[in-house]
């Protein structure tokens, strides 16, 4: 550490407020900030689509891929176009495009399918679309009106509506099961994103809150 650098504690700050200043003072470190309510719910968007009332549901390109992800014969011809190297990349391209428009409507039905697992969806305060796949839930729009699906049920899946507040905000409710129950937490979103939802939500150095009375 350099000579000229202090180390800050809270009780060091408040020495030095209460030595230049005087008055009471009170200092404390900030590690984590919780943050409850950053989700809204929607419970009508599955009866309105069941009953042809509503919008229809729109899938972002990063949802419509990560299905495609999954579809091995769409994967296995993608590696054969990958592998040509007898034609211009403009042709590849053109016929890596032509190949998604085969199989997109096929994962769009896999997107939709995962909105029925669970008819209860989550509006987040923050919007990012990468994130929300990063945290294995399925994003979609409706009626203009961003949302998140479970895509399961039958077990708590809230660690991943957990990480992905974490993840676009540094936040965390108060109930997570991060800290209440981290092996299950870890079990439904997996070791690597646990990881990383606590770097993002905890503090690698203390911010101090200082209060004067």
């Not at 020495?15 to 929607?42: P, Q």
């Not at 014969?73 to 007898?86: H, R, S, T, V, W």
Request: one cysteine or more; charged letters at 35%.
């Amino acid at each position: 550490m350099p000579k000229d650098k202090i180390e800050l504690s809270a009780e060091k700050i408040k020495e030095i407020l209460e030595e230049k200043f005087g008055g009471m003072w009170d200092v404390s470190s900030e590690e984590l900030r919780y943050r409850d309510g950053f989700y809204n719910t929607n419970r009508s968007i599955w009866n309105n689509l069941s009953t042809g009332t509503g919008d229809d549901v729109e899938f972002p390109k990063v949802a419509v891929d990560e299905e495609l992800s999954y579809i091995d014969e769409y994967q296995d011809k993608l590696k054969e176009i990958e592998a040509d190297e007898d034609h211009t990349d403009e042709y590849l391209e053109e016929k890596k495009e032509e190949l998604r428009s085969e199989y997109e409507w096929e994962a769009i039905q896999q997107c939709e399918e995962s909105l029925g697992y669970w008819t209860v969806y989550f509006q987040p305060d923050y919007i990012d679309e990468d994130v929300a796949i990063e945290c294995r839930l399925h994003p979609f729009y409706y009626d203009d009106e961003f949302y998140l699906a479970l895509g399961g049920a039958g077990m708590d899946l809230s660690p991943k509506l957990d990480a992905y507040q974490a993840l676009t905000t540094g936040t965390l409710p108060r109930d997570t099961k991060i800290f209440s129950d981290p092996e299950y937490f870890k079990y439904v979103v997996g070791e690597k994103l646990y990881q990383k939802v606590l770097e993002a939500a905890m503090r690698k150095e203390p911010r101090f809150i200082i209060t004067k009375f």
